[in-house]
């Protein structure tokens, strides 16, 4: 068990590092034209498993092998749902906020997270030398919404959201504001 411990310890500083070296870590794929979608964000992945595999090695030394699963399990989660909201909403909103909505508006973005219908996605994108990443919603009407790459336009910004549309909407926009 402390090998397990131990392992996970390591895996979690190694995933930390990377996403610090790449800029993010997308753990979203997609096979075949189906989206799988992790129900947690990456951040949450990664703390959760460093303090759990930290915690059950010192755990571990305390109470013995199979009572600090418990325990551990807790505390990885006690730690790692507050930092993935303060990651995902306080920060986010300090990123978003320094550039102006007028230079958003028109801007193409990369889906990260496939957005469906009625579901909300996410996008990134770059202005001014600054990569951002915000959650999105179909600004129209598409069937069968945007997969993971596919090439968005923001339209408006509304609480947040980026309301995005295809190549072909946005340029049909264009041509009637013309």
């Not at 990123?95 to 973005?109: K, L, Q």
Request: no cysteine.
């Amino acid at each position: 068990m402390i090998n397990l411990y131990w392992g996970l310890f390591i895996a979690g500083v190694v995933l930390a590092v990377a996403s610090l070296a790449l800029g993010g870590l997308d753990l979203n794929f997609e096979l075949e034209g189906i989206d799988f979608l992790l129900p947690v964000k990456p951040i949450f992945i990664m703390v959760f498993i460093v303090v759990f595999g930290g915690s059950g090695i010192i755990f571990t030394s305390l109470i013995g092998q199979w009572l600090a699963f418990i325990p551990s399990v807790a505390l990885g989660y006690i730690v790692a749902k507050p930092t993935e909201r303060l990651f995902t909403v306080y920060l986010r909103k300090y990123e978003t906020e320094a550039v102006a909505r007028d230079d958003i508006v028109g801007s193409r973005a990369t889906v990260i997270e496939a957005i469906k219908n009625d579901l909300y996605g996410q996008i990134q994108f770059v202005i001014d030398d600054k990569t951002i990443l915000g959650t999105a919603k179909m600004d129209d009407s598409q069937a069968n919404g945007f997969r993971i790459n596919d090439i968005v336009y923001i339209t408006r910004v509304d609480g947040g959201v980026y309301y995005v549309t295809s190549e072909e909407m946005a340029k049909s926009l264009d041509d009637q504001d013309e």
